[in-house]
């Protein structure tokens, strides 16, 4: 491990079950993720993404890459654009610091594609590796 390794792309596509999933498994049924006549009245075409969900991405994209071997310790995200229902997500990170067992991640999250935008950053995140 060492400063500037990349962390695997994590690419997601966020649709209205994945939604109602996180939703279900976080209790956060406010109207802005799920119902339509109300985000109309509101001046929104989708319903928007819960941001909790986009600190859940920033973990796996890291937990995937060093494996059960690794705890994220600290986790740190800023959020700068909504992302709406049917859109999909890129996750990268880099490595900016090693100390021993700790590794820092600088991350940050893009909405990929025609509409393509940054969404939450600064983000990163310092995680423990177990020998």
Not at 1 to 24: C, F, K, N, Q, S
């Amino acid at each position: 491990m060492r400063v500037g390794d990349e962390v695997p792309v994590l690419v997601r596509a966020i649709g209205t079950a994945d939604m109602v999933a996180y939703a279900g498994a976080t209790w956060d049924w406010h109207r802005l993720h799920y119902d339509h006549d109300w985000l109309t009245e509101r001046g929104l075409a989708a319903p928007v993404v819960d941001g909790q969900l986009f600190g859940a991405l920033l973990v796996e994209a890291v937990q995937d890459w060093l494996g059960p071997a690794a705890t994220v310790r600290r986790l740190s995200m800023r959020f700068v654009a909504p992302v709406f229902a049917g859109e999909t997500v890129r996750c990268t990170g880099r490595v900016t610091g090693v100390d021993g067992p700790l590794v820092t991640v600088e991350q940050r999250i893009e909405v990929a594609g025609e509409r393509a935008r940054l969404v939450v950053a600064p983000a990163g995140c310092t995680v423990e590796r177990r020998r």
